[in-house]
């Protein structure tokens, strides 16, 4: 039998963003896979060690398009570990409440996303349609529907705008509302029942040494979460579930886990969850000051040392290594994206074996975003 | 417009006219190559979905070049992708337009010292359009794809001419930021 | 066994990190470029099978170049940096991608923006750039902004205004 290649992308409708897969293919099935990144570079790494610690708040959000702000968090996390800083309780909150809003935001994206690959073009309409709701808080919060640049070493930029918990409660309530329509329009779909079951299966045994974190861990039947396995911002004192396969709840258990069912429907849940942490934190949210009273910011000194902060993101574990020898500027970052391990290691050994209108539904599940593997 | 279009009813619509009939049937049916290059593309889906709704305006995305009128930069420019903006623009049948979004390709923007981001897009393919932020706003987008329809309309969107008048110039400064260009 | 305890019985110095914000203990320790593979695969057989990242840090002063190997432990819920220093001017090490699979991506990464070489990892070559051929960009004395000036602000433009149809 005859190989073919196949090169999907980067300018092609079934990849995440500007990447490229290079297929083989025998007859419909995928033989051997590899991803070919470096569309996006901007070598962030480098840039960061040429600006100055508060410089760079305004540069890394490009490092992760769909969800700018854990970057944000996870630097201003990095730094306040090496100054020693411990930041207002409010600030902690505030900080929860963004993290939430921008996963939320990057779920709508990343379900909707996966439902044009498989062909139901309606979502996409509805949900980007009501991920809107989402940035217009944002753009009240922080003046950008995009990159915020609002979280910052020592707190957050202002405090929360007149009205905007009560504006807060009534976007999670239509949101909430409109989670029945998601359900009929794909949850309970019988395209996504034939679909996506058992369908791009990770190896459950093999997840963790993979290095798979996030909702695509979460869908092999682990119930780690950064933010209770290693938590941060306000979450230890928030109450929540870590939604995982077999724990499906109202949703069927179709397939054996691990397959781009799982990892859809770990999402849908995990957007439940955010708004119910959401309404805690309209209820808890303490008075009090939203940053620390910090020095000079162009002159900032930075204990020598080295740092290192994770948050979870929409996509998995998103930690920075910060390195400091003392001086205005850092001396190294390290991005560790979550997509670096899916989008390279994870789907080239999980694609062969596939068919080809599988491959873009299994490279959509996986939430590879491009950007943070690059950088 | 292009000399490849004869009027194909001389004794009924007059010579003058052919062109402006041309102009208002091509501004109207904008298709773009659904090519994400950079993050830009983040503004495209609520532009393209129901809350912007392009599609009133005859714009909708488009999975192959070959089909397109419309390229849209989306934003920083690294190298590698450069090559492919050329490879994806000079696939586009004639008249085609450019919009450049965002302020990495007039100037490089916040990347103004990457080692990898090109600076001005112009220098290596003509531009029709730039819209200016980081980053646009769906409105801005809007903006821009009005402004296009109404150069299109004046004939003052000529970039595709430009690219063939000067096209040894452009391929001389593509060839100076990529070697190979046959891989 | 923790951390910790693992430490104590190899008989490596550590010292802790300080962690502001996140909740774990995060350990980091000095460890033999000849030993480190036993070490990693005693860490990995001790409950600290997730390999967070493999960075390199180029310490242009000192002349060396460190790798840093992070593990974390889901049972433990610590963190481990392992660091290695390798000489600056020809940084060579074996690769471990038998230890964890994605190690080979980050090998293929440092060794295009470090120079970095990486033995048994046939991988290695052009990932993320096209058409380099300058020294790699991620070291120290790679001057961005010159080679930004240089190779993007020579390029001249093409004459404007052109023809109206």
Same mark, same amino acid.
């Given at each position: ?5 196949? @090169? ?78 411990? #930041? ?37 309409? /509805? ?59 794909? @949850? ?89 942490? $959401? ?64 989008? #390279? ?12 209108? *599988? @491959? ?16 | ?116 981001? #090109?600076?001005? $897009? ?62 | ?36 593979? *036993? ?8 409950? @600290? ?74 991988? $290695? ?6 058409? /380099? ?33």
């Amino acid at each position: 039998m005859k190989e073919f290649e196949l @090169f999907v992308g980067p300018q092609h409708v079934g990849v995440t963003g500007n990447m490229m897969y290079h297929l083989w293919v025998d007859g419909d099935t995928v033989v051997k896979a590899e991803t070919h990144v470096g569309y996006l570079h901007r070598g962030f790494e480098k840039l960061m060690e040429r600006r100055s610690w508060l410089m760079n708040v305004a540069l890394i959000p490009r490092i992760c398009v769909p969800e700018p702000d854990v970057n944000e968090a996870v630097y201003a996390m990095a730094v306040e570990s090496l100054m020693d800083w411990e #930041i207002p309780e409010r600030a902690k909150y505030i900080r929860a409440m963004v993290l939430e809003l921008a996963r939320l935001s990057a779920h709508l994206l990343a379900i909707s996303g996966y439902a044009g690959t498989i062909g139901l073009y309606t979502i996409p309409q /509805w949900l980007i349609g009501d991920r809107d709701y989402i940035l217009d808080l944002f753009e009240q919060l922080t003046g950008a529907r995009v990159y915020h640049i609002y979280i910052f070493p020592g707190g957050v930029r202002w405090d929360l705008p007149n009205g905007f918990l009560r504006k807060l409660e009534k976007v999670l309530n239509y949101l909430e509302s409109r989670f029945k329509l998601y359900d009929d329009l794909l @949850f309970q779909n019988k395209i996504f029942f034939d679909r996506a079951p058992d369908v791009g299966v990770i190896p459950k045994e093999k997840a963790i040494e993979w290095g798979v974190t996030g909702p695509n861990l979460r869908a092999c039947g682990y119930a780690y979460d950064v933010r209770k396995v290693d938590p941060y911002a306000a979450y230890p004192d928030l109450d929540f579930e870590i939604p995982h396969y077999p724990k499906f709840g109202d949703f069927e258990v179709l397939g054996h886990g691990c397959d781009c069912y799982s990892r859809m429907v770990v999402r849908r849940l995990e957007m439940e969850q955010s708004i119910r942490i $959401l309404r805690q934190i309209i209820k808890k949210i303490p008075d009090g000051p939203h940053t620390l009273k910090l020095p000079n910011p162009l002159a900032w000194k930075v204990p020598a040392g080295y740092a290192y902060a994770r948050v979870e993101s929409s996509k998995g574990e998103y930690g920075y290594l910060v390195i400091s020898d003392g001086g205005k500027m850092p001396y190294r970052v390290h991005v560790r994206g979550p997509s670096y391990t899916h989008g #390279i290691n994870v789907i080239e050994k999980i694609a062969p074996g596939l068919n080809i209108a *599988d @491959f873009a539904q299994t490279a959509f599940s996986l939430d590879v975003c491009p950007p943070d593997i690059e950088r | 417009m292009t000399p490849e279009n004869p009027n194909p009813l001389p004794s009924i619509i007059p010579e003058k006219d052919w062109k402006k009939i041309q102009r208002m049937l091509s501004k109207r049916s904008l298709w773009m190559v659904h090519f994400c290059t950079g993050c830009g593309a983040m503004e495209m889906p609520p532009t393209m979905t129901s809350r912007y709704d392009m599609e009133r305006f005859g714009i909708i995305p488009m999975a192959t070049p070959r089909q397109a009128d419309l390229l849209l930069v989306t934003g920083y420019v690294a190298v590698k992708t450069l090559k492919r903006i050329v490879r994806v623009y000079e696939q586009m049948q004639d008249p085609k337009y450019v919009i450049a979004f965002g302020s990495c390709p007039i100037n490089g923007g916040i990347y103004w010292d990457s080692y990898n981001t #090109i600076k001005r $897009l112009d220098k290596y393919i003509p531009v029709d359009m730039y819209i200016a932020g980081c980053m646009p706003r769906p409105e801005a987008i809007m903006d821009a794809f009005l402004k296009l329809m109404k150069d299109i309309d004046e004939g003052r969107a000529d970039g595709w001419l430009r690219y063939k008048k000067y096209y040894e110039k452009y391929k001389a400064n593509q060839r100076r930021v990529f070697k190979r260009w046959d891989e | 066994m923790n951390a910790v305890g693992i430490f104590k019985e190899l008989g490596i110095e550590y010292e802790e990190m300080k962690v502001k914000g996140n909740k774990d203990p995060r350990y980091r320790a000095k460890v033999d470029p000849e030993k480190l593979e *036993d070490i990693i695969l005693k860490f990995k057989n001790n409950g @600290f099978r997730h390999f967070v990242a493999l960075s390199c840090v180029d310490w242009i002063k000192e002349g060396n170049m460190e790798l840093i190997y992070h593990l974390f432990s889901y049972d433990n819920l610590e963190d481990v940096f392992l660091s290695i220093y390798l000489p600056r001017d020809q940084p060579k090490y074996k690769s471990l991608r038998h230890l964890f699979p994605q190690i080979e991506t980050y090998e293929r990464e440092i060794h295009e923006m470090f120079g970095v070489e990486f033995e048994g990892n046939d991988r $290695l070559g052009e990932f993320i750039l096209e058409d /380099w051929e300058d020294m790699p960009p991620m070291r120290k004395d790679f001057d961005t902004e010159k080679y930004a000036k240089e190779k993007y602000g020579s390029v001249p433009l093409v004459e404007e205004g052109g023809e109206k149809e």
